[in-house]
């Protein structure tokens, strides 16, 4: 199974820019800011921007969709591209992990995040490989918390999942998804 197209799933304009829904977006940023080959293009409700990792190039695709219609963006750029699901990295947030945490997982199903329930209905499978960004839970409401920015507290965590987060991607390129489960799941947390 290889790597051909990064979807990191996150909210358009500037007012979603620096929330917990768009720390996928942050994490394409880092993978372009370290491995960006082309221009960014605007692609069928989707920015485009080609990625040489390791000699490979892989495309990474930031949908302008807003969250809940993610899969009509990542499935117009499978289909231009020709890609396979089994060929896609999903990134996004999930607030069932704790801030800062990294999850790679091979397939599965959406545990109620609706970027991925869109695209998993779209290309028709679960079968999709995926990084999961820990935002942490609390008792605001889930709609309002991911809408709303990273404290300042929570931003040295932030940054390191990010990062961490952008390892994983080189990782998954190079050596498939089981090397890169095997590197990054077993991590702790950064509070532990």
């Given at each position: 199974?290889?790597?051909?197209?990064?979807?990191?799933?996150?909210?358009?304009?500037r007012?979603?820019?620096?929330?917990?829904h768009?720390?996928?977006?942050?994490?394409?940023?880092?993978?372009l800011?370290?491995?960006?080959?082309?221009?960014?293009?605007?692609?069928?409700?989707?920015?485009?921007?080609?990625?040489?990792?390791e000699?490979?190039?892989?495309?990474?695709?930031?949908?302008?969709?807003?969250?809940?219609?993610?899969?009509?963006?990542?499935?117009?750029a499978?289909?231009?591209?020709?890609?396979?699901?089994?060929?896609?990295?999903?990134?996004?947030d999930?607030?069932?992990?704790?801030?800062?945490?990294?999850?790679?997982?091979?397939?599965?199903?959406?545990?109620?995040?609706?970027?991925?329930?869109?695209?998993?209905?779209?290309?028709?499978?679960?079968?999709?490989?995926?990084?999961?960004?820990?935002?942490?839970?609390?008792?605001d409401?889930?709609?309002?918390?991911?809408?709303?920015?990273?404290?300042?507290?929570?931003?040295?965590?932030?940054?390191?999942?990010?990062?961490?987060?952008?390892?994983?991607?080189?990782?998954?390129?190079?050596?498939?998804?089981?090397?890169?489960?095997?590197?990054?799941?077993?991590?702790?947390?950064?509070?532990?």
């Amino acid at each position: 199974m290889s790597l051909r197209l990064v979807a990191a799933l996150g909210n358009p304009g500037r007012q979603y820019r620096d929330t917990r829904h768009n720390v996928g977006f942050m994490v394409a940023q880092e993978v372009l800011r370290r491995w960006r080959s082309g221009p960014d293009r605007l692609e069928d409700a989707a920015s485009v921007t080609a990625a040489r990792i390791e000699g490979d190039t892989v495309l990474v695709v930031q949908p302008q969709t807003y969250m809940n219609r993610s899969g009509d963006a990542v499935e117009a750029a499978t289909r231009r591209h020709g890609v396979e699901a089994s060929e896609v990295l999903l990134i996004y947030d999930d607030a069932d992990l704790p801030m800062g945490r990294i999850r790679i997982r091979s397939g599965g199903g959406a545990a109620g995040h609706r970027g991925v329930t869109s695209i998993i209905h779209r290309l028709g499978t679960d079968q999709i490989m995926r990084i999961r960004l820990g935002i942490g839970k609390s008792d605001d409401d889930l709609a309002d918390r991911v809408l709303n920015p990273f404290t300042k507290e929570e931003m040295p965590a932030v940054v390191t999942m990010v990062e961490e987060a952008a390892d994983a991607v080189a990782v998954i390129a190079t050596a498939g998804i089981a090397a890169a489960m095997n590197q990054f799941n077993r991590r702790e947390t950064p509070e532990g």
